[in-house]
């Protein structure tokens, strides 16, 4: 009996066998977003050899518009176009607008393609919207006020702009714009002079006291002063020139709105009304009277 006690507490004494813990599920949605991604990534792999390494898709043409002065060949020499290289990657890492933008005859410019092997270069010239002169010399200057060229003499059809101070060495450098106080006053009053083509200018001055003188096409002078005020000193100078049907403006030596308070004009001597046409003269007796207000 004791035998079998024993024997019966060894046997309780055995463990149960553990059981095993459930498999987890495979998480399907996590397995197809990893293969969607190196199907993307493998994807993006060929179509870069296909564009990048492709040997038809090299640049063999260039083609450039919008030159005026420049010619074509100049463009291309400036811009230095890789020989056969792939157009993708020409597009993408060549600064064709930054090189062709060092020319100072170049406002901007730009680069498209057009598959499979041309590149296109468009620029911009810049305009001509005056000439300055000063100490001597003569400098084409844009609508921003960018000295662009130099020349031997005035340009043709553009306001001369000329200033009696002397510029500083390096305040004028072709393609860097002029950021003087005179120079943006003379573009004011030059914007206030296209509103009436009554005062078309030849020639604006500006002295060293940065008093302003209008030279109109015909040689009639209009001192503005200092540039404050000007929309008054310019609707003060065209009521004079328009009054009694251009009387003052044909005997006037000058006009001086300079004190819009007191506008005066001052009659032409006697050696000027001679130097006039004839028929401008003749309607006029000569005179050598001084300047009275109008």
Known sequence: ?????????????????????PRRPRDWNRINRALRTIAFVGLV??????????????????????????????????????????????????????RLERDPLIDHAARRIQLPDTLILTVAERQPFA??????????????????????KPYPDVPLVAVQRAPAEGDIALGRPLHTRWLAQTYSLMDLLARDRTLEAS???????ANICLNRKDNLQILLGQPEGLPQKIALA??????????????????????????????????????????????????SEAAQPF
């Open 45 to 98: 792999v060929e179509l870069g050899i296909l564009l990048f390494a492709n040997p038809y898709l090299r640049v063999t043409k260039v083609r450039v518009d919008g030159t005026q002065t420049l010619t074509p060949a100049q463009v291309y020499a400036e811009a230095r176009v890789p020989a056969r290289r792939n157009i993708f990657r020409l597009a993408l890492q060549e600064p064709f607008a930054r």
């Open 1 to 21: 009996m004791r035998k079998q006690q024993k024997t019966i507490k060894s046997r309780g004494s055995i463990p149960a066998p553990k059981r095993r813990a």
């Open 131 to 152: 000439t300055l002169a000063a100490d001597g010399q003569f400098w084409l200057l844009d609508r921003k006020g960018v000295p662009y060229q130099t020349l031997d």
């Open 238 to 287: 065209e009521a004079a020139v328009a009054a009694n049907g251009g009387t003052i403006a044909h005997r006037a030596a000058y006009i001086d709105v300079s004190c819009p308070d007191l506008p005066v004009w001052k009659p032409r001597s006697d050696t000027e009304q001679d130097r006039l046409p004839a028929r401008d003269a003749g309607r006029h007796s000569r005179s």
């Open 203 to 209: 020639k604006i001055s500006v002295d060293q006291n």
